[in-house]
Protein backbone atom coordinates (compact mmCIF):
# COMPACT_ATOMS: atom_id res chain seq x y z
CA UNK A 1 0.00 0.00 0.00
CA UNK A 2 1.56 3.61 -1.17
CA UNK A 3 1.23 7.01 0.69
CA UNK A 4 -1.57 7.90 -1.42
CA UNK A 5 -3.78 4.93 -0.97
CA UNK A 6 -2.47 4.76 2.45
CA UNK A 7 -4.75 8.40 3.21
CA UNK A 8 -7.09 7.59 0.79
CA UNK A 9 -8.38 4.69 2.76
CA UNK A 10 -6.99 5.77 6.33
CA UNK A 11 -7.58 9.40 6.79
CA UNK A 12 -11.00 10.04 6.37
CA UNK A 13 -11.37 7.16 9.51
CA UNK A 14 -9.49 9.48 11.70
CA UNK A 15 -12.29 11.65 13.02
CA UNK A 16 -14.16 8.33 14.11
CA UNK A 17 -11.25 6.91 15.86
CA UNK A 18 -10.44 10.27 17.64
CA UNK A 19 -14.31 9.96 19.14
CA UNK A 20 -13.64 6.58 19.67
CA UNK A 21 -10.54 7.49 21.77
CA UNK A 22 -12.24 9.89 23.70
CA UNK A 23 -14.95 8.07 24.72
CA UNK A 24 -12.67 6.39 26.48
CA UNK A 25 -9.98 8.61 27.48
CA UNK A 26 -12.02 11.88 28.15
CA UNK A 27 -9.12 14.18 26.88
CA UNK A 28 -8.92 15.77 23.82
CA UNK A 29 -4.86 16.14 23.91
CA UNK A 30 -4.86 12.38 24.82
CA UNK A 31 -7.32 11.10 22.24
CA UNK A 32 -5.09 12.73 19.48
CA UNK A 33 -2.17 11.37 20.22
CA UNK A 34 -3.70 8.28 20.50
CA UNK A 35 -4.89 8.63 17.12
CA UNK A 36 -1.18 9.63 16.01
CA UNK A 37 -0.01 6.51 17.50
CA UNK A 38 -2.16 4.80 15.68
CA UNK A 39 -1.77 5.81 12.27
CA UNK A 40 2.01 5.22 13.10
CA UNK A 41 1.55 1.72 13.79
CA UNK A 42 -1.18 1.16 10.85
CA UNK A 43 1.70 2.67 8.43
CA UNK A 44 4.31 0.41 10.02
CA UNK A 45 1.83 -2.81 9.29
CA UNK A 46 0.78 -1.44 5.86
CA UNK A 47 2.19 -4.27 3.23
CA UNK A 48 -0.23 -6.27 5.28
CA UNK A 49 -3.52 -3.83 5.36
CA UNK A 50 -4.19 -4.67 1.92
CA UNK A 51 -5.21 -8.37 3.57
CA UNK A 52 -7.88 -7.00 5.41
CA UNK A 53 -11.53 -6.51 4.20
CA UNK A 54 -12.71 -4.19 6.85
CA UNK A 55 -10.19 -1.51 7.24
CA UNK A 56 -12.65 1.02 9.32
CA UNK A 57 -13.48 -1.76 11.29
CA UNK A 58 -10.02 -2.85 11.75
CA UNK A 59 -8.95 0.80 12.37
CA UNK A 60 -11.95 1.16 15.44
CA UNK A 61 -10.74 -1.75 16.86
CA UNK A 62 -7.34 -1.48 16.77
CA UNK A 63 -7.57 2.40 18.43
CA UNK A 64 -10.11 1.51 20.95
CA UNK A 65 -7.64 -1.50 22.06
CA UNK A 66 -5.03 1.21 22.26
CA UNK A 67 -7.13 3.54 24.46
CA UNK A 68 -8.28 0.87 27.00
CA UNK A 69 -4.48 -0.22 27.47
CA UNK A 70 -3.50 3.68 28.09
CA UNK A 71 -7.18 3.44 30.67
CA UNK A 72 -5.96 -0.07 32.51
CA UNK A 73 -2.03 1.34 32.75
CA UNK A 74 -4.02 4.81 34.68
CA UNK A 75 -6.02 2.45 36.71
CA UNK A 76 -3.10 0.14 37.63
CA UNK A 77 -0.86 3.16 38.49
CA UNK A 78 -3.83 4.50 40.43
CA UNK A 79 -3.48 1.40 42.58
CA UNK A 80 0.24 1.36 43.02
CA UNK A 81 0.51 4.79 43.95
CA UNK A 82 -0.91 5.52 47.08
CA UNK A 83 -1.11 9.07 46.90
CA UNK A 84 -4.43 10.75 44.93
CA UNK A 85 -2.14 13.58 44.26
CA UNK A 86 -0.07 11.19 42.42
CA UNK A 87 -2.90 9.09 40.58
CA UNK A 88 -3.82 12.63 39.06
CA UNK A 89 -0.86 13.92 37.83
CA UNK A 90 -0.37 10.10 36.44
CA UNK A 91 -3.37 10.53 34.47
CA UNK A 92 -3.11 14.03 33.12
CA UNK A 93 -1.18 15.11 30.73
CA UNK A 94 -0.85 19.19 30.97
CA UNK A 95 -2.60 21.65 32.73
CA UNK A 96 -3.88 19.78 35.56
CA UNK A 97 -7.32 21.27 36.82
CA UNK A 98 -8.68 22.34 33.31
CA UNK A 99 -8.15 18.51 32.69
CA UNK A 100 -10.05 17.40 35.95
CA UNK A 101 -13.10 19.78 34.50
CA UNK A 102 -12.99 19.16 31.25
CA UNK A 103 -12.73 15.08 32.04
CA UNK A 104 -15.35 15.33 34.00
CA UNK A 105 -17.65 17.04 32.23
CA UNK A 106 -16.80 14.65 29.27
CA UNK A 107 -17.25 11.37 31.31
CA UNK A 108 -20.74 13.06 32.52
CA UNK A 109 -21.97 14.63 28.97
CA UNK A 110 -21.21 10.40 27.46
CA UNK A 111 -23.19 8.95 30.35
CA UNK A 112 -26.26 10.99 29.47
CA UNK A 113 -25.67 10.47 26.04
CA UNK A 114 -25.54 6.48 26.82
CA UNK A 115 -29.16 7.00 28.51
CA UNK A 116 -30.78 8.92 25.73
CA UNK A 117 -33.31 7.13 23.78
CA UNK A 118 -31.94 5.04 20.51
CA UNK A 119 -33.21 7.72 17.80
CA UNK A 120 -31.50 10.54 19.50
CA UNK A 121 -28.43 9.07 20.49
CA UNK A 122 -27.82 8.03 17.08
CA UNK A 123 -28.88 11.30 15.58
CA UNK A 124 -26.55 13.15 18.20
CA UNK A 125 -23.93 10.63 17.50
CA UNK A 126 -23.69 11.38 13.92
CA UNK A 127 -23.61 14.71 14.15
CA UNK A 128 -21.96 16.01 17.14
CA UNK A 129 -19.58 13.29 17.61
CA UNK A 130 -18.63 11.98 14.13
CA UNK A 131 -19.36 15.51 12.72
CA UNK A 132 -21.52 14.07 9.46
CA UNK A 133 -23.85 16.47 7.66
CA UNK A 134 -27.59 16.74 7.76
CA UNK A 135 -27.42 15.10 4.27
CA UNK A 136 -25.33 11.80 5.14
CA UNK A 137 -27.52 11.52 7.75
CA UNK A 138 -30.76 11.71 5.62
CA UNK A 139 -29.10 8.89 3.75
CA UNK A 140 -27.70 7.06 6.56
CA UNK A 141 -31.12 6.81 8.86
CA UNK A 142 -33.11 7.42 6.09
CA UNK A 143 -35.01 10.49 8.13
CA UNK A 144 -36.23 13.77 6.68
CA UNK A 145 -34.28 16.92 7.44
CA UNK A 146 -37.16 18.09 9.57
CA UNK A 147 -37.14 14.91 11.60
CA UNK A 148 -33.28 15.11 12.19
CA UNK A 149 -33.28 18.71 13.70
CA UNK A 150 -35.82 17.61 15.92
CA UNK A 151 -34.34 14.75 17.31
CA UNK A 152 -31.27 16.68 17.87
CA UNK A 153 -32.73 20.01 19.86
CA UNK A 154 -34.58 17.30 21.77
CA UNK A 155 -30.92 15.38 22.20
CA UNK A 156 -29.14 18.58 23.52
CA UNK A 157 -32.02 19.88 25.32
CA UNK A 158 -32.21 16.54 27.21
CA UNK A 159 -28.47 16.63 27.92
CA UNK A 160 -28.29 20.20 28.77
CA UNK A 161 -30.87 19.20 31.62
CA UNK A 162 -29.36 16.35 32.47
CA UNK A 163 -26.18 17.94 32.64
CA UNK A 164 -27.47 21.05 34.71
CA UNK A 165 -28.94 18.11 37.54
CA UNK A 166 -25.99 16.71 37.71
CA UNK A 167 -24.13 20.28 38.46
CA UNK A 168 -26.47 21.09 40.87
CA UNK A 169 -26.66 18.12 42.79
CA UNK B 1 -18.96 40.98 28.90
CA UNK B 2 -21.82 43.52 28.30
CA UNK B 3 -25.55 43.18 28.30
CA UNK B 4 -25.34 43.34 24.38
CA UNK B 5 -23.03 40.64 24.47
CA UNK B 6 -24.96 38.24 27.18
CA UNK B 7 -28.09 38.53 24.64
CA UNK B 8 -26.83 37.50 21.73
CA UNK B 9 -25.32 34.64 23.55
CA UNK B 10 -28.71 33.81 25.14
CA UNK B 11 -30.03 34.02 21.40
CA UNK B 12 -27.27 31.84 20.32
CA UNK B 13 -27.49 29.17 23.10
CA UNK B 14 -31.76 28.91 22.08
CA UNK B 15 -30.47 28.33 18.61
CA UNK B 16 -27.66 25.93 19.56
CA UNK B 17 -30.30 23.77 21.58
CA UNK B 18 -32.53 23.93 18.79
CA UNK B 19 -30.27 22.44 16.63
CA UNK B 20 -30.64 25.84 14.07
CA UNK B 21 -26.97 26.92 14.20
CA UNK B 22 -24.71 27.10 11.30
CA UNK B 23 -20.82 25.46 12.31
CA UNK B 24 -19.47 29.39 12.56
CA UNK B 25 -22.40 29.89 14.69
CA UNK B 26 -21.30 27.35 16.71
CA UNK B 27 -17.65 28.63 16.69
CA UNK B 28 -18.51 31.70 17.77
CA UNK B 29 -20.87 30.35 21.33
CA UNK B 30 -17.51 28.64 21.94
CA UNK B 31 -15.74 31.64 21.59
CA UNK B 32 -18.54 33.49 23.52
CA UNK B 33 -18.33 30.82 26.38
CA UNK B 34 -14.31 31.04 27.04
CA UNK B 35 -14.76 34.78 28.13
CA UNK B 36 -13.01 35.63 30.99
CA UNK B 37 -15.90 38.12 31.88
CA UNK B 38 -18.81 35.24 31.74
CA UNK B 39 -21.42 35.70 34.03
CA UNK B 40 -22.15 32.85 36.05
CA UNK B 41 -25.97 32.08 35.08
CA UNK B 42 -24.11 30.52 31.53
CA UNK B 43 -21.58 28.40 33.35
CA UNK B 44 -23.16 25.32 33.23
CA UNK B 45 -24.06 25.79 29.57
CA UNK B 46 -19.95 26.37 28.95
CA UNK B 47 -18.92 22.98 30.91
CA UNK B 48 -21.47 21.05 28.99
CA UNK B 49 -20.74 22.50 25.61
CA UNK B 50 -16.76 22.59 25.72
CA UNK B 51 -17.67 19.22 26.75
CA UNK B 52 -19.93 18.68 23.59
CA UNK B 53 -17.12 20.57 21.34
CA UNK B 54 -14.65 17.95 22.83
CA UNK B 55 -15.88 15.50 20.25
CA UNK B 56 -14.81 17.29 17.58
CA UNK B 57 -10.87 17.32 16.96
CA UNK B 58 -8.85 20.26 16.38
CA UNK B 59 -9.00 22.05 12.77
CA UNK B 60 -5.62 20.91 11.82
CA UNK B 61 -5.54 17.21 13.26
CA UNK B 62 -6.12 16.02 9.61
CA UNK B 63 -3.33 17.78 8.76
CA UNK B 64 -1.49 16.81 11.27
CA UNK B 65 -2.41 13.32 10.60
CA UNK B 66 -1.23 13.87 6.99
CA UNK B 67 1.89 15.17 7.49
CA UNK B 68 2.88 12.48 9.97
CA UNK B 69 2.23 9.75 7.53
CA UNK B 70 4.42 11.80 4.97
CA UNK B 71 7.11 11.62 7.70
CA UNK B 72 6.87 8.05 7.95
CA UNK B 73 6.91 7.29 4.43
CA UNK B 74 9.85 9.84 3.44
CA UNK B 75 11.70 7.83 6.92
CA UNK B 76 10.94 4.76 5.51
CA UNK B 77 12.56 5.38 1.90
CA UNK B 78 15.90 6.45 3.78
CA UNK B 79 15.75 3.26 6.16
CA UNK B 80 15.37 1.13 3.12
CA UNK B 81 18.01 2.50 0.91
CA UNK B 82 19.96 1.64 4.34
CA UNK B 83 19.04 -1.85 4.72
CA UNK B 84 19.70 -2.38 1.16
CA UNK B 85 23.31 -1.38 1.70
CA UNK B 86 23.32 -3.43 4.51
CA UNK B 87 21.56 -6.32 3.25
CA UNK B 88 23.18 -6.72 -0.03
CA UNK B 89 26.88 -5.03 0.35
CA UNK B 90 28.28 -7.09 -2.31
CA UNK B 91 26.02 -6.52 -5.28
CA UNK B 92 26.01 -2.73 -3.66
CA UNK B 93 30.14 -2.78 -4.54
CA UNK B 94 29.59 -4.48 -7.80
CA UNK B 95 27.01 -2.10 -8.77
CA UNK B 96 29.35 0.66 -7.56
CA UNK B 97 32.46 -0.90 -9.41
CA UNK B 98 29.66 -1.01 -12.76
CA UNK B 99 28.75 2.53 -12.31
CA UNK B 100 32.25 4.16 -11.96
CA UNK B 101 33.64 1.82 -14.77
CA UNK B 102 31.06 3.36 -16.87
CA UNK B 103 31.58 6.56 -16.13
CA UNK B 104 35.20 6.23 -16.65
CA UNK B 105 34.30 5.02 -19.98
CA UNK B 106 32.19 8.14 -20.90
CA UNK B 107 34.68 10.26 -19.99
CA UNK B 108 37.20 8.41 -22.04
CA UNK B 109 34.92 8.28 -24.74
CA UNK B 110 34.35 11.70 -24.76
CA UNK B 111 37.64 12.46 -24.97
CA UNK B 112 39.19 10.77 -28.03
CA UNK B 113 36.10 12.01 -29.79
CA UNK B 114 36.89 15.41 -29.19
CA UNK B 115 38.18 17.48 -31.63
CA UNK B 116 42.45 16.71 -31.81
CA UNK B 117 43.46 20.12 -30.84
CA UNK B 118 41.66 19.57 -27.48
CA UNK B 119 43.26 16.30 -26.82
CA UNK B 120 46.86 18.14 -27.98
CA UNK B 121 49.48 19.64 -25.91
CA UNK B 122 52.27 21.94 -26.44
CA UNK B 123 55.32 19.35 -25.13
CA UNK B 124 55.43 16.04 -23.59
CA UNK B 125 56.11 17.73 -20.39
CA UNK B 126 52.63 19.11 -20.20
CA UNK B 127 51.00 15.79 -21.40
CA UNK B 128 52.81 14.56 -18.67
CA UNK B 129 51.56 17.17 -16.19
CA UNK B 130 48.00 16.48 -16.74
CA UNK B 131 48.21 13.06 -17.05
CA UNK B 132 49.22 13.49 -13.32
CA UNK B 133 46.28 15.55 -12.30
CA UNK B 134 43.74 13.42 -13.76
CA UNK B 135 45.21 10.10 -12.27
CA UNK B 136 45.48 11.69 -8.85
CA UNK B 137 42.21 13.24 -9.25
CA UNK B 138 40.86 9.16 -10.22
CA UNK B 139 42.81 7.93 -7.38
CA UNK B 140 40.92 10.12 -4.99
CA UNK B 141 37.49 9.55 -6.17
CA UNK B 142 38.12 6.07 -6.16
CA UNK B 143 39.34 6.49 -2.29
CA UNK B 144 36.42 8.13 -1.76
CA UNK B 145 34.53 5.13 -2.60
CA UNK B 146 36.47 2.30 -1.43
CA UNK B 147 35.77 4.00 2.00
CA UNK B 148 32.03 4.14 1.73
CA UNK B 149 32.38 0.28 1.12
CA UNK B 150 34.52 -0.48 3.89
CA UNK B 151 32.54 1.49 6.01
CA UNK B 152 29.35 -0.29 5.10
CA UNK B 153 31.14 -3.58 4.94
CA UNK B 154 32.58 -3.22 8.36
CA UNK B 155 28.65 -1.92 9.77
CA UNK B 156 27.19 -5.47 8.03
CA UNK B 157 29.90 -7.45 9.99
CA UNK B 158 29.94 -6.43 13.28
CA UNK B 159 25.67 -6.71 12.90
CA UNK B 160 26.23 -10.00 12.54
CA UNK B 161 28.75 -10.54 14.99
CA UNK B 162 26.44 -9.20 17.21
CA UNK B 163 23.48 -11.07 16.20
CA UNK B 164 25.66 -14.58 16.47
CA UNK B 165 26.72 -13.43 20.09
CA UNK B 166 23.14 -13.02 20.98
CA UNK B 167 22.13 -16.62 19.09
CA UNK B 168 25.19 -18.13 21.30
CA UNK B 169 23.84 -16.36 24.54
CA UNK B 170 20.70 -17.71 24.09
CA UNK B 171 22.16 -21.26 23.11
CA UNK B 172 23.97 -21.44 26.50
CA UNK B 173 20.60 -20.49 28.20
CA UNK B 174 19.02 -23.09 27.12
CA UNK B 175 21.74 -25.86 27.43
CA UNK B 176 21.86 -24.84 31.12
CA UNK B 177 18.62 -26.37 31.32
Excluded at chain 2, 33 to 53: C, H, K, T, V, Y
Amino acid sequence: MDTEEFKDVFLPLGRLMYVEAIKILHSQADAEDAVQDMFTKLWEHRESLELINNPRAYAITMVRNHCLNIFNSAIHRQTEEAEPENVIAAVLSTDPLYEIENRDCIGKVLEIIDALPENQRKIITLHDMEGRTNQEIEQITGLSSDNIRQLLSRARKAIRSHFFLICKS
Amino acid sequence: MNIDQQKKLRELLDRYYAADTTADEEKKILEMLSDSGLPDEFLPDREMIEAMFAFVPDESFETRLSDTIDALASKGRKGKLKSIILRYPKIVKCSMAASLAALIAVMVITRINAPLTERTYMSPKDTYEQTTMALMFFADALNKGYNAIEIADSTTVDATEKAIDALATIGTYFADY
